[in-house]
């Protein structure tokens, strides 16, 4: 958890992905849409990725990918981020991280 801890410092977005995952392809798109610069770890494709996503499981996503975290605090996976989104909280919630200035 330390390296996932490390991963989300000082970034107000971070998504956890896999290249052939379409909900994380979704998910990116959605918070790229709003004009947010999402810090993005292709798991598939750094060194770690399997611990890093083990990490994610401790520490409660299920499942784990796409993993976001906004503002340096786990939010969830699709379903949180589509929940958020229906419910007009998505938005002020990456203004608060910083992630977007509108």
């Not at 801890?5 to 992905?17: E, W």
């Not at 392809?25 to 798991?43: C, M």
């Not at 784990?64 to 007009?88: E, R």
Request: charged content about 15%.
């Amino acid at each position: 958890m330390e390296a996932v801890t490390r991963m989300v410092a000082d970034r107000p977005v971070v998504i956890f992905s896999r290249t052939t995952c379409c909900m994380s392809h979704t998910i990116k798109t959605l918070i790229s849409g709003f004009g947010a610069n999402p810090t993005v770890y292709e798991l598939d494709e750094i060194q770690d990725g399997q611990q890093v996503e083990r990490a994610l499981q401790q520490m409660g996503c299920k499942p784990t990918i796409p993993a976001v975290f906004i503002g340096q605090q786990l939010i969830g996976g699709p379903n949180q981020i589509m929940t958020l989104q229906v419910k007009n909280q998505l938005v002020p919630m990456l203004m608060r991280a910083g992630a977007i200035w509108i």
